[in-house]
């Protein structure tokens, strides 16, 4: 697949930062105006094709970007989807033209990717014996989708500088979900006397999720930039990320971002340099909450406060949103799992099982009712699996693998956090729950490729030679 010299040209840098910020006020414009979406698109469609066409890592980026924008980008009439979707159908165009497909092996040589598979199908087949199979078919497409997406990908990234570049683009879409409801008033929703910001996702606690998995990315940017135009912005972006999680005001997003700090603190607390990391870092972390107390701590404690009813069953229903949780938790899902043990009631159909019509504001819930054991144990080992390739990768002493361990260990936090606030909203067939997946896969054949280029394999073993990489320079500037 073709690839241009990017660590020679920050013009390069210039095309995608500007494209990703002229299709946001791009967007913006459509929402507000009404101008027909279709025109726009096809007018925005050829110049976008025209691009990407010999350069399939800006197509690969401005998907990245979209992620974090899923409504501002919205197509409604006769046709509705998501831009993200749609760029997604596009990446697998390029996969098929650029010939990526002779890399076939790398996908399914993966242990993740069968389990994914059979994952997948266990969604079918709770879909299949359910009572409402048509209820969960468009749910169906949508994690269909995203296991394709971690294929795509495997295939589209071939290298760390693509990752590098589609992480900065994940890093911005975010920023501009961010700072769009804030400037544009809107994505905002009122509750427990609080403005919380969704962004431009929509659900605030699914936003905090998202945002979550970004922070370490964005602090890891600041450490490996050397050049200060990139590390003020990268500052400026792990700010502002940071501030839109707490404007979510989720309470299990801040206490998975209290762990996701007692986790980095342990991570940077080792090697020769963990004296002058700590003093550095600690110091940061301080003022950081100082400042979030100063302004804040008002509302995020009056949030938290709200837990208290957790002492006892009666006084939870003081709390209209842990009421449901208690009911989810201790009342329907045993009784849902009591019934329908081995298949489940059908993919995210424990919404059709209750008086409330909600979903279980539990990923693991919604994963064991609706697909039960056939399904959930998959999915666990999904996870598992992530988790085992980011570890690995996280191990690796190749050369030039510090972007690849630097990285690995970063999304290791993420992940983590990610996976604790998993356990307060139902996150199964969210886009960043599959991206991370997805991203971790690709982490993993990169290590890969670049392991078989330095010992002659996977394994690490039998040292062949020095691995030249020459299209990660851009981290040695």
């Excluded at 963990?274 to 301080?286: D, E, G, N, Y």
């Excluded at 002493?397 to 970063?410: P, V």
Aim: proline share 2%; hydrophobic share 50%.
């Amino acid at each position: 697949m073709q690839r241009l010299n990017l660590a020679n040209s920050n013009l390069q840098y210039v095309f995608i930062f500007s494209g990703i910020i002229i299709g946001a006020l791009v967007g913006y414009y459509i929402g507000l105006n009404g101008v027909s979406k279709l025109l726009i698109a096809g007018l925005l469609g050829g110049a976008y094709l025209l691009l990407t066409i010999n350069r399939p890592w800006i197509a690969v980026s401005i998907f990245f970007a979209l992620v974090p924008m899923e409504t501002l980008f919205v197509l409604q009439g006769s046709v509705t989807a998501t831009l993200t979707k749609m760029a997604g159908a596009y990446l697998v165009f390029l996969v098929i033209i650029t010939g990526s497909v002779k890399y076939l092996h790398d996908v399914f040589s993966s242990q993740k990717v069968l389990v994914m598979i059979l994952f997948g199908g266990a969604a079918i087949l709770s879909v299949m014996v359910s009572g409402q199979p048509s209820f969960s078919l468009s749910l169906l497409l949508t994690l269909w989708l995203s296991i394709i997406l971690c294929f795509v990908l495997i295939l589209m990234i071939r290298d760390t500088r693509t990752l590098y570049l589609a992480t900065w683009a994940l890093l911005l879409g975010g920023f501009f979900s961010i700072i769009s409801p804030i400037f544009f008033q809107f994505g905002r929703a009122t509750g427990y006397d609080l403005m919380r910001y969704g962004g431009l996702w929509g659900d605030q606690n699914e936003f905090a999720a998202l945002l979550l998995v970004m922070i370490p990315l964005s602090v890891l940017n600041i450490i490996i930039t050397r050049n200060r135009l990139y590390k003020i912005a990268s500052i400026v972006i792990s700010a502002t990320i940071t501030l839109g999680v707490i404007l979510t005001y989720s309470r299990g997003a801040f206490l998975a971002l209290c762990a996701m700090l007692i986790l980095a603190i342990f991570k940077l607390s080792t090697g020769k340099n963990r004296i002058k990391i700590l003093a550095v870092s600690i110091p940061c972390m301080i003022l950081a909450f100082a400042l979030i107390y100063h302004f804040f701590s008002e509302d995020i404690i009056a949030r938290m406060e709200t837990l208290k009813v957790l002492s006892s069953k009666e006084s939870v229903v003081k709390d209209e949103s842990l009421n449901l949780r208690y009911y989810f938790y201790f009342e329907l899902t045993p009784k849902i799992f009591s019934e329908y043990p081995i298949l489940g009631v059908g993919l995210r159909q424990i919404i059709l099982h209750n008086p409330y019509r909600f979903y279980a504001h539990n990923t693991y819930f919604e994963v064991l009712t609706g697909t039960g054991l056939v399904g959930f144990i998959p999915f666990m080992l999904i996870l598992y699996l992530t988790w085992k390739e980011i570890k690995t990768v996280e191990r690796f002493k190749g050369d030039n693998s510090f972007y690849l361990r630097a990285y690995a260990s970063a999304l290791e936090i993420g992940f983590l956090g990610y996976l604790f606030t998993a356990l307060f909203v139902s996150l199964d067939l969210n886009k960043m729950l599959w991206l991370t997946i997805s991203i971790a896969s690709v982490l993993f054949n990169l290590y890969r490729i670049q392991a078989r280029a330095e010992y002659g394999s996977d394994n690490g073993f039998g040292y062949r030679g020095r691995y030249d990489d020459r299209r990660s320079v851009y981290l040695n500037r």
